[in-house]
């Protein structure tokens, strides 16, 4: 009877454990989906519905330009579930103004394991508190099994 030699064994079981954590092709997501980043939309329930997100997805904030019919969107990274609950801008620095959720959105890759808060924080924070328009995702590792 052959044997496996311990290197052979060594470098098959280095293999099959590298087959399970592979790590798997990020998405992108649009945020709301068809409904895009607007104002009275429950982004809660949308990231329920559509969780989980993985480490390396990139969500997408699609938005229209301001108009007569809205008064401009924006996001912010919140830095902080208390600044995220309360709509707290002020240690809060803007990704992407009222212009740059037209065309292909605005994107930004959910890079590491934690929690990522996001909110639109014009009107003084009221598209946020009276509008929903906050939502937070926890990227989890991907792996092929």
């Known amino acids: 009877m052959a044997s496996i030699s311990y290197t ?65 969107y924006s996001v912010y990274p919140l830095p902080n579930l208390w600044s995220y609950i309360s709509c707290d801008y002020s240690k809060a620095k803007i990704l992407a103004g009222p212009n740059q959720g037209a065309g292909e959105g605005f994107k930004v890759e959910l890079n590491q394991w934690r929690p ?13 508190k009276d509008g929903l328009m906050k939502l937070f995702a926890v990227p989890l590792p991907h792996w092929n099994n």
């Open 8 to 72: 052979t064994q060594g470098f098959i079981l280095l293999l099959a454990a590298a087959s399970l954590f592979a790590v798997s092709e990020a998405k992108t997501i649009v945020v709301g989906g068809s409904e895009g980043w607007r104002f009275g939309f429950n982004y809660t329930e949308w990231v329920l519905q559509n969780s989980p997100f993985y480490i390396n997805d990139e969500l997408v904030f699609k938005y229209d330009p301001p108009s007569q019919k809205n008064s401009g």
């Open 116 to 128: 990522y808060y996001f909110a639109s924080g014009d009107k003084n924070g009221y598209n946020c």
